[in-house]
């Protein structure tokens, strides 16, 4: 059926035909009420004729139109005239990705420009619940000023046409009936080509040929025959991106690759964490490196100049063509080489190479279970579990053995914290059991207690440890000999003292305290190698006796090494965020590609659904209201560049109320703020920023710099909102709690020293907090002496109060009850001069399938609104060879 211009569809006239295919006809029309340009479909006649099926085409196209996006197509309206069924869309001028890979491949640079866009706006409708199963070139327009439009959603899962042609890039869609296949032909994931129930994956399955065929400009899967390409994408892979097109970067490979996998468990557990690690290349890349993962390197540039220039000097002597291309030949295979090791979206906490070099045993976590221990081969694709108890893997003998920490109570993103999303420092603040066991086969012999981290020595018999004595960390070497006490190293109780790796010879010991990067001779003083707040983790670099440790900086990730004399190279550059995870005794390196991202929920009463009242990407709630109306949060864009939001939680309004600095609490009037302020690296002072109208003050903690290293900040509001309380070091002393008047005066300490995690009763007679013990106290805010706290039981801690006072919220121990096959997280209401309790409130895993956990949660007054941060995160395991 073609419409002539001039035919009216309701209020919109005709005015030229855009195209056909074998979802209908389009044609540029006019809005006669609005005045305004638009593209209307017109639906093919057999859809048309079937009340069912027209029914559930308007159910998804009113699904598709509330999809707010700038990378969406604007569904305007739907209707029929005349027995035309029709669906009046905003018009967008441009090209179809079709039409731009005529040409051949996109540049790197365009083509992540546009599929970061495609990404974003999958994310988006997946989210929403919206599949697209029709995902294509032709399904994708791009502006002349480069914006990106998805086309048809809420098209593809209710339409049905003929059957693609013989030329394998023709449509299958059929109906939604269980076996019959739904999509494209050559862009269909497996599961689509099977006939079998599709979800968001099966999109992310016909992005990654789309990605596949913008980096090489060949279809990713196409063959001479619809049935042999269908049969291509079931059991065959597509020619590797790097023999077509050896520029396209290693991270896009592996995107692909993820995309591409035949089992929909394999791909990314949200199109979220897709469009960030594509987001996150386009922003840190440069094209310029060859397909190597490193953005940027400062030293061998230069190096490779100057090479240059020899064999340019070379040739002009010699003439010796044949000898610069050897010299060209030897350049490239001397690059660093990446291999991508694991594909399942888990939590992986801890990696360690085996003797064999051959063998990597890890830590992997899914939401709502314990750590669980894996081995996967180099030379086989396959993982395997180990069949053990819940634990961390920390070290690997020379003879097999392995250190491993059981029962540890949390399992986190492995950079234990190195951000405001990740859950606070509980891998660091909780210890566990070490146990040693075969590699081979066994069962798990117990070394020691309160053991936070392990390494052996080369002999293979003694053990270096970071172990919890008398309410303190301190360094073994072997067990049993302590090498360090925390308090010659820095400020502190040793909460942050992590990382202890024993260096090759076995004659010292490498670790970190608080920031600080430290090398500890056993028969020496303490020596400070690199500055405060840097270095993540450290390894020990065997072929040059060099200790390389990782930092984070915008966008990406820097690898250094440094000797014992404290000469510091960079040694590489990786464009996102990669955690250092142990190094093999021929220099080969095992990364971790990390994404992270965090929300904010709501359960409200009498609500079936919790409300998601997340403002951005990295949301991490703060404070909230007496009556829970709103919400105080924090964005995190970079590792120390935060931004402070208040919102209501009714609405979708979010005020930004300061640029650089990280919220800890809302007055009880609403008028303010409590936050502290950041220059660089360090959080420095508390400052009042005004909720409305007026100016932040600086508040004088007299010389005092407020901890901020908990999503709560541990600075918070007295009831009367005329006093705060904090935690910090006096200089030369341990972390107290202080009291403070907000119109002036000096703080008053109310706590002793090395207490941590203070937690204000809501009639502010008391501060609840950790001492050095483990154990948990009641201060007086005046006079009086500290009571303990009854009832609590070993792993759990109070995160909040009632406004009266009487009792305490309690986060539970997370641990699987009997018959449970996911943890839960508890809050308990504990009255804590009784130890009465009752159970409150039960948030179940949000997302099974990522590692991550519940961090922040927050109840109203009357404790029946609970909001909460929901933290999670996936690494991937990388080998690194080449690396020098």
């Not at 609840?768 to 948990?776: G, K, S, V």
Request: net charge neutral; aromatic share 8%; charged share 25%.
């Amino acid at each position: 059926m073609t419409l002539s211009s001039g035919t009216r569809l309701g209020p919109y006239e005709v005015l030229t035909p855009l195209g056909a295919g074998g979802m209908g006809e389009v044609y540029r029309a006019r809005d006669t009420r609005l005045s305004r340009e638009v593209a209307i479909k017109v639906l093919p006649a057999e859809l048309a004729a079937d009340p069912g099926r027209l029914k559930r085409f308007e159910r998804e196209a009113l699904a598709a139109s509330a999809l707010n996006h700038p990378n969406i197509v604007t569904i305007y309206d739907i209707g029929s005239a005349d027995s035309i069924s029709y669906i009046a869309m905003e018009r967008v001028e441009g090209s179809t990705l079709r039409e731009l890979l005529v040409a051949g491949p996109l540049s790197i640079k365009k083509l992540l420009q546009i599929s970061t866009q495609v990404a974003d706006g999958l994310a988006k409708a997946h989210e929403a619940g919206i599949v697209h199963r029709d995902l294509k070139p032709e399904n994708v327009m791009v502006t002349k000023d480069g914006l990106v439009k998805i086309l048809d959603f809420g098209l593809a899962k209710l339409t049905g046409s003929a059957a693609g042609s013989g030329s394998g890039g023709g449509s299958t869609q059929t109906g939604t009936s269980p076996g019959m296949a739904v999509g494209t032909v050559g862009y269909m994931s497996p599961e689509q080509a099977s006939g079998e129930a599709v979800d968001f994956r099966s999109d992310q399955f016909s992005f990654g040929s789309i990605l596949y065929e913008m980096a090489t400009g060949k279809r990713a899967f196409h063959k001479k025959t619809g049935v042999d390409t269908l049969a291509a994408v079931l059991n065959e892979e597509p020619e590797p991106i790097g023999r077509i097109n050896p520029a396209a970067p290693a991270p896009l490979r592996w995107i692909v690759e993820r995309c591409h996998a035949k089992e929909p468990e394999n791909r990314y557990a949200s199109t979220r964490d897709l469009a960030r690690e594509l987001a996150s290349l386009r922003d840190h890349l440069s094209e310029t490196s060859s397909g190597a993962i490193v953005a940027g390197e400062a030293a061998r540039p230069r190096r490779r100049r100057s090479v240059l220039a020899l064999a340019v000097g070379l040739l002009a002597a010699l003439g010796g063509i044949y000898w610069v291309g050897r010299q060209v030949e030897r350049a490239h295979t001397s690059s660093p080489r990446y291999r991508q090791l694991t594909f399942s979206s888990a939590g992986i906490s801890t990696a360690r190479f085996a003797p064999d070099g051959q063998t990597i045993v890890y830590a992997a976590q899914w939401e709502g279970k314990p750590p669980e221990l894996f081995a996967v081969r180099l030379d086989s694709p396959e993982t395997r579990s180990l069949g053990l108890p819940p634990a961390h893997i920390l070290s690997i003998s020379s003879l097999g053995q392995m250190a491993i920490l059981l029962q540890p109570p949390f399992a986190l993103s492995p950079r234990f914290p190195h951000n405001e999303l990740s859950l606070h420092d509980r891998f660091v603040d909780y210890s566990g059991t070490l146990a040693e066991v075969p590699i081979a086969g066994g069962a798990p012999r117990e070394l020691l207690e309160d053991v936070m981290f392990a390494d052996w020595a080369p002999n293979g018999t003694d053990l270096a440890v970071i172990h919890r004595s008398g309410g303190r960390a301190r360094i073994e070497f072997p067990i049993g000999k302590a090498i360090n006490n925390i308090k010659e190293v820095g400020p502190g109780d040793g909460d942050l003292l992590n990382h202890a790796r024993v260096s090759p010879g076995g004659d010292a010991v490498a670790f970190k305290d608080w920031g600080i990067f430290l090398l500890k001779n056993t028969v020496g003083p303490v020596r400070r190698l690199v500055p405060d707040g840097a270095a993540y983790e450290i390894a020990w670099f065997k072929p040059t006796g060099e200790i390389w440790w990782s930092w984070l900086i915008p966008g990406a990730t820097e690898i250094h090494a440094i000797t014992r004399a404290g000469r510091d190279r960079l040694v590489t550059t990786l464009a996102g965020d990669f955690v250092l995870y142990d190094i093999s005794a021929d220099g080969r390196v095992l990364l971790g590609r990390v994404v992270e991202s965090s929300e904010i929920l709501g359960s409200f009463p009498g609500e079936p659904r919790e409300r998601n009242l997340s403002h951005l990407e990295r949301s991490t709630a703060v404070d909230l209201s007496a009556n829970g109306d709103e919400l105080l949060l924090n964005e995190t864009q970079t590792v120390y560049h935060l931004k402070v939001y208040l919102r209501r939680t009714d609405g979708p309004a979010a005020k930004r109320l300061s640029e650089n600095a990280k919220a800890t609490a809302l007055s009880p009037d609403g008028k303010f703020v409590l936050a502290q302020e950041r220059y660089g690296q360090a959080p420095t002072v508390p400052v009042l920023i005004p909720t409305g109208a007026g100016q932040p003050k600086t508040l004088d903690a007299g010389g005092i710099e407020p901890r901020g290293d908990d999503p709560f900040g541990f600075l918070g509001f007295f009831p009367d909102g005329k006093r705060i309380f904090f935690w910090g070091p006096e200089k030369n002393s341990g972390n107290r709690a202080w009291v403070q008047n907000i119109d002036g005066g000096k703080p008053r300490a109310v706590t002793p020293e090395d207490v941590r995690s203070p937690v204000l009763l809501g009639d502010g007679r008391f501060i609840c907090a950790r001492a050095p013990d483990w154990d948990w106290y009641l201060y007086p805010t005046e006079i009086g002496e500290p009571r303990k706290v009854a009832g609590l039981f070993p792993g759990e801690e109070p995160i909040r109060s009632t406004p009266d006072g009487e009792w305490l919220y309690i986060r539970g121990a997370e641990e699987l009850k009997p018959g449970e096959n996911l943890m839960t997280t508890r809050v308990y209401r504990l009255d804590p001069w009784t130890g009465r309790r009752e159970l409150w409130k039960e948030i179940p895993p949000v997302n099974p399938r990522t590692g991550g956990g519940i961090s922040t949660i927050l109840f109203s007054a009357d404790g029946k609104i609970c909001v909460y941060t929901h933290h999670q995160f996936s690494v991937e395991l990388i080998l690194a060879e080449g690396l020098k």
